[in-house]
């Protein structure tokens, strides 16, 4: 496929369990972000890459979030003792340049905490 | 920090008629762009148009055109020729333009547009 991928789609967790949502994006892409969206809002930035170096993590809520992008393609972003309060959708977006204003989103991971 | 605010949370249109949301902005940048995204049931986000702020004309893609005020810094999107397949949510956002700075999105909070037949 020629899109941004997320993996999984849906995610339903304990409180306190840690969980690792996965983004693939466009081949060659060189810029990477993440995104928060709760229910009924607008998403909301969280962190982004320019190859595998992250370069503005001031999205992230608190340390419990975290990001990696080890070989500047696949990313992944773990929130560790969950809370409820992180139920949303996590959106990961790609672009092909460091100028380029156009980011191609993929299609979510939607993470509930119970 | 920019901040952008969509104030109207709901709005219904009939098939075929013509309707405009509202966004304004806040930044003291002067180089950004202006997007507005579709989110339609399915939930993708779909960008519907875009507008460099040094340009002075409006962009236009098909049925979508906007109204920018720079000055005012309002960006709102006018729909003409409403279809049922428009209905969705939309957001207005925004992207400081500057090099390797980071080109984050700032998103309102959208207003969501049902199209009625």
């Known amino acids: 496929g020629a899109g941004v991928s997320q993996s999984p789609r849906y995610k339903v967790t304990k409180r306190g369990q840690d969980v690792a949502l996965r983004c693939d994006p466009i081949?060659?892409?060189?810029?990477l972000y993440w995104y928060r969206q709760a229910l009924g809002q607008g998403p909301e930035f969280l962190t982004y890459?320019?190859?595998?170096?992250?370069?503005?993590k001031s999205g992230l809520p608190n340390d419990r979030f975290s990001a990696e992008r080890p070989e500047g393609s696949i990313s992944t972003l773990t929130i560790q003792r969950t809370e409820q309060r992180d139920s949303a959708m996590y959106r990961c977006?790609?672009?092909?340049?460091?100028?380029?204003?156009?980011?191609?989103f993929g299609p979510g991971t939607r993470l509930t905490v119970t | 920090a920019q901040t952008v605010t969509q104030s109207q949370p709901e709005m219904s249109v009939q098939e075929a008629e013509t309707v405009t949301l509202s966004c304004t902005y806040d930044?003291?940048?002067?180089?950004?762009?202006l997007f507005w995204y579709k989110q339609p049931p399915s939930r993708q986000m779909i960008l519907v148009i875009r507008?460099?702020?040094?340009?002075?004309q409006n962009a236009t893609e098909n049925r979508f055109s906007v109204n920018f005020q720079k000055a005012a810094k309002s960006f709102s999107l006018k729909i003409s020729d409403s279809q049922l397949g428009d209905t969705a949510m939309y957001f207005c956002?925004?992207?400081?333009?500057?090099?390797?700075?980071?080109?984050?999105?700032?998103f309102g909070g959208g207003t969501r547009l049902m199209v009625k037949p």
């Open positions: 977006a790609s672009s092909s340049g460091l100028t380029s204003y156009e980011q191609y």
């Open positions: 081949s060659g892409h060189v810029s």
């Open positions: 890459f320019n190859y595998e170096a992250q370069q503005d």
């Open positions: 930044t003291s940048e002067n180089n950004y762009y």
């Open positions: 507008q460099e702020a040094y340009k002075q």
């Open positions: 956002a925004f992207m400081k333009h500057e090099w390797n700075a980071g080109n984050m999105l700032t």
